[in-house]
């Protein structure tokens, strides 16, 4: 996705092990766990698990949705 | 101290066969971390393997602040992987590249180096046209 929109999209891959605070942080319980983020309005979404590429872009366009209404479906 | 094994380097060689443009990786280190050190000896014996296509520099976090702050740096040791045109490919490893992480690297490296994208058509559009700016964090463990 990263390298998709290299400008828009950061992708992370943190090992957990190593940083123990920040993982503690993230309330990172089990692996994989992923941290969705934007800037201004500071907003996240976050999930467990090896998901799919749909469940991906739905988790983005939570993230990104300020109405409240994302169409899931899309 | 040999960080690769010779069935690794084996490995690495036919899997870099399929490298085409030039990747260059970003390494960030705290000299007297031992992760740090790791990292760099495990990305030293991986870029050797492809000199001509892979390279490989390493900035010291504290004497490198301010192209540290530019790339978004918080954490050593972080590899950044940048394209033939030393564009920034968006993609950051933080920690050390071994077990399930080295395989992101060397996914990522020949992402990068062929410019594939293995999303479906539909999330490409969807992702190439996001008007703000996110980052997607996956915390992952080695083993």
Known sequence: MALANPVRVRAESVDANEFLEWADQESVYSVPKTVLTTKD??????FEGAVSEEYMIRQIKL???????VDLGS | MAFLS??????LAEMFRDL????HLELFINPDQEWSQHAQGILSEVVGLMPDLLHLETYHLEKNRLLAALY?????????????????????????PAGYEFAVLVEDILDVSTGRNRLREKSLHYIRNLERDITMQVFVTPT
């Open chain 1, 41 to 46: 309005p500071a907003r996240s979404v976050s």
């Open chain 1, 63 to 69: 993230l990104l949705d300020d109405t409240g209404q």
């Open chain 2, 72 to 96: 978004g740096v918080t954490a050593v040791p972080c590899i950044i992987l940048r394209d033939k045109n030393e564009d920034d490919s968006g993609i950051r490893i933080i920690g050390i």
């Open chain 2, 6 to 11: 010779d069935r690794d380097r084996q490995t």
């Open chain 2, 20 to 23: 085409k443009f030039p990747v």
